[in-house]
């Protein structure tokens, strides 16, 4: 709903016509490319398990919250990324009767030290796992911390249908009440679930699915913290069922091309505040950003010598004004001309995530802003 009012939106101010979702097939596409393909991705219909048989889900695991562990002697403190893939699944009686299990240790690391290389991995493994049919689904474990931004970089780069699923904790693997278990069970449910195929990657906690556009955490220790504040919950996952509320997207949307190594190009996040002076853009440009992304007060605004600032740096690189403001769309051309400055408007994508999309864009040689427009409208 969001996606298609920005499109109509956006299509009226440039004059174009956009489709969303215009791969139109089953086969993945990649943007800035003429190639139809993923690299890795599935390039045929996979078989089905046999009859009878449990789904197949592998688990990638990355470390987090959920793989942590108290640290002795320290109070509430825990590390962590200190519990292996295997010991999540282990933690979580009659998981084997959802799905057979293959877990895999990708990395362990608490998410606020993430990687470009980790992402790397991480995509290029899930798209081997699908183009070998050796999976009917993927859930990654994840820190919650960045979670959403990673599920936001996986669901532009993994080719097919198969869902992937990530999960995480908002407590340790040690503490009372873990809900690393319940969450890991809810996110294998959901990645076994045949009607998960065609909605790209998602975020599954606390019995909530959400997808990798709108998810969003907003509370820094409650186990109800993750939201999708402009377009709601995909679903609800129990012990018995998992209940989509909206619909698949009608077709699947080209994803871009993997690159073949880190670092992606060097976009910025400049965060905006009362009597905020130019100087993080012009830190961004001095250590070479490629793009510079606004967190903005409201609607994307910031103080007009920052505004300046952003106008001059434009002529090199692209400029996408985003919002600090935690939910709702910024608008182009309102209070700012976005026209006339050059600048790209985010849609409801907050700063990490316009950040990720950048960073792929500018990776795929999609730098005109017209076209950049285009595809913070549309992914
Ligand atoms: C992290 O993001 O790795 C730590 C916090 C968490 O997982 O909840």
């Keep these: 709903m969001v996606r298609s009012t920005v499109i109509r939106l956006f ?4 004059g174009v016509t956009l489709i969303a979702g215009c791969g139109g097939t089953d086969a993945p596409k990649q943007a800035g490319t003429s190639d139809n393909s993923v690299s890795g991705a599935p390039s045929s219909t996979p078989l089905p398990p046999a009859p009878g048989a449990l789904p197949r889900i592998a688990v990638l695991a990355t470390g987090g919250t959920i793989a942590g562990k108290s640290t002795p002697g320290s109070g509430v403190g825990y590390t962590a990324g200190q519990a292996s893939a295997q010991d999540l699944i282990d933690a979580v009686p009659g998981i084997d009767k959802i799905a ?22 991480l995509a290029r493994r899930i798209n081997q796992v699908f183009a070998d049919n050796a999976a009917d689904g993927v859930v990654v474990t994840h820190g919650t911390d960045t979670i959403e931004e990673t599920a936001f970089f996986l669901d532009n ?57 709108d998810v969003t955490k907003t509370h820094t220790t409650s186990v109800q913290t993750f939201v999708s504040p402009n377009s709601g919950p995909e679903g ?39 009597g905020m002076r ?43 004004r985003s919002t600090r403001v935690g939910a709702g769309e910024v608008m182009r051309n309102a209070e700012i001309n976005d026209d006339e400055l050059g600048f790209v408007t985010s849609a409801d994508l907050n700063p990490p995530k ?26």
């Design 278 to 320: 130019a100087d993080q853009v012009h830190d961004a440009v001095g250590h070479g950003a490629k793009g510079i992304v606004l967190a903005g007060v409201g609607d994307g605004n910031t103080a007009k010598s920052v505004i300046d600032a952003l106008a001059a740096a434009n002529d090199d690189r692209v400029v996408v």
């Design 157 to 213: 780069v993994v080719g097919g249908d198969k869902p992937v699923v990530l999960a995480g904790a908002m407590r340790p693997a040690t503490a009372l009440s873990p809900d690393g278990p319940a969450n890991l069970r809810a996110a294998v449910t959901v990645a076994a679930a045949p009607q998960a195929r065609g909605r790209g990657a998602m975020v599954v906690l606390n019995d909530t699915i959400h997808g990798a556009r």
């Design 354 to 379: 316009s950040r990720v999309l950048l960073q792929l864009l500018l990776a795929n040689d999609i730098t005109d802003p017209t076209r950049v427009q285009q595809e913070f409208a549309t992914r």
């Design 236 to 274: 609800y996952v129990d012990t018995g069922s998992v209940r989509f509320v909206k619909s698949p997207l009608p077709h699947q949307r080209p994803r871009f091309r993997l690159p073949d190594a880190a670092p992606l190009p060097r976009v910025d996040i400049v965060y905006s505040h009362a």
């Design 100 to 121: 057979t299990l293959q877990p895999e240790q990708v990395a362990n690391v608490g998410s606020q030290d993430m990687t470009e290389e980790i992402w790397l991995t």
């Design 11 to 14: 299509g009226l101010a440039l």
